[in-house]
């Protein structure tokens, strides 16, 4: 029996927005398939991974705790997106965030105030911003490809990272340990009552919503969309492409710094060389799989957040490797990029009327 590709007469809304659940059904039963070829405990790990993370309740903090950078990378990187502007570094605009917080908390450290931790969310803003505006000014007055440029940058501030943490910001009294100093009280995002939910949390899905609200009420979003959608048409319509570069990779960096401010200024307390966690890859999955629509990226931010806690609890009850966490979520992305041509194709058995048509 064989099965061929029918092109639907117009795009199926209905598959638009199945096709990540089919991707995240697949990606279990691939994953169970795969662990238990491997010796593991296969339905086990999918069970740990994605069941038991979500029907914890006291494992929904850490869910929240995870959820909130991603969800704050991949609503910036979906504005560009959905201008096809590919910016694939936001982990280099998230590390460099981070940084621009730590020194402001490093520079202030003998200092208490209301005031240090703002001034520190907007130096990560601000640290992001300028590291995203490389690959903008190389794209529009140079035309060079954002993906290449913004993903090697990833590596200059990694590095920029490892230069600071082993010399210029080592802790004096840290037994010689490549860290920065513990961040003060005045330092540290408060937590939500009794919980270890920090304030950066709620902050996170406050902005996504906001970007909504942005992207579809107001002329800058409908700018993005039709930029991106009809480059000609945005062009006579008045919409200045280059324009819409900048705004969209400026927006990701920012949103980017402050995940890395939030994750140093909460989590972390103190800048260290194990800061770059992967989250600004992550977000692009979070980012496709809620179709770039920021409502969509909170349940996206939350899912794969569900795949981080599951995958540090398989690793202790069946002995998961660590890299189980980074299969499950690479391919999550592949069916989900496989599933896609679903919404513009339907599948048929090849050699039946059109009345057969799956």
């Not at 398939?33 to 994605?50: P, Q, R």
């Not at 965030?97 to 520079?107: E, N, P, Q, W, Y």
């Not at 513990?182 to 270890?196: M, V």
Request: hydrophobic share 55%; glycine share 12%.
């Amino acid at each position: 029996m064989l099965l061929e590709l029918e092109k639907r007469k117009q795009p199926s809304r209905a598959m638009l927005y199945l096709t990540p659940v089919i991707a995240v059904l697949l990606t279990m039963v691939t994953g169970a398939v795969i662990f238990s070829l491997l010796g593991y405990d296969g339905f086990g790990a999918v069970w740990h991974i994605f069941v038991t993370p979500a029907a914890d309740i006291d494992k929904w903090q850490d869910l929240g705790i995870k959820a909130a950078p991603l969800i704050l990378i991949a609503t910036g990187l979906s504005i560009g997106f959905r201008a096809n502007v590919w910016n694939i570094g936001a982990e280099g605009q998230y590390v460099m965030g981070a940084l621009a917080g730590t020194g402001v908390a490093l520079a202030t450290w003998h200092m208490e105030g209301v005031w240090i931790l703002p001034l520190m969310c907007l130096a990560g803003i601000l640290g992001g911003m300028a590291y995203a505006a490389i690959p903008a000014f190389l794209k529009t007055k140079l035309n060079v490809n954002e993906i290449l440029s913004s993903l090697m940058l990833t590596y200059v501030a990694i590095q920029t990272l490892y230069y600071l943490m082993r010399g210029p910001w080592k802790d004096p009294d840290g037994f010689n340990f490549p860290q920065t100093r513990l961040f003060n009280d005045s330092q540290i995002l408060p937590e939500i009552g009794d919980t270890f939910v920090h304030m950066g949390v709620p902050i996170a899905f406050l902005i996504a919503i906001l970007a909504w609200y942005i992207l579809s009420k107001t002329v800058f979003g409908f700018g993005v969309r039709v930029v991106g959608a009809a480059p000609n048409a945005a062009r006579y319509g008045g919409f200045n492409k280059n324009r819409t570069i900048w705004m969209s990779l400026l927006a990701a960096g920012g949103l980017a710094g402050l995940a890395g401010t939030f994750e140093a200024a909460g989590p972390f307390g103190q800048m260290v060389p194990q800061f770059p966690t992967g989250y600004g890859f992550t977000a692009i999955i979070v980012a496709f799989l809620g179709r770039l629509h920021p409502v969509g990226i909170i349940l996206a931010g939350i899912i794969l957040a569900i795949s981080y806690v599951g995958g540090e609890i398989a690793q202790t009850t069946i002995g998961l490797p660590n890299a189980a966490t980074g299969l499950f979520q690479a391919m999550m992305l592949f069916f989900l990029l496989a599933t896609d041509i679903l919404v513009n194709y339907r599948l048929k058995i090849a050699g039946l009327a059109r009345g057969g048509a799956a």
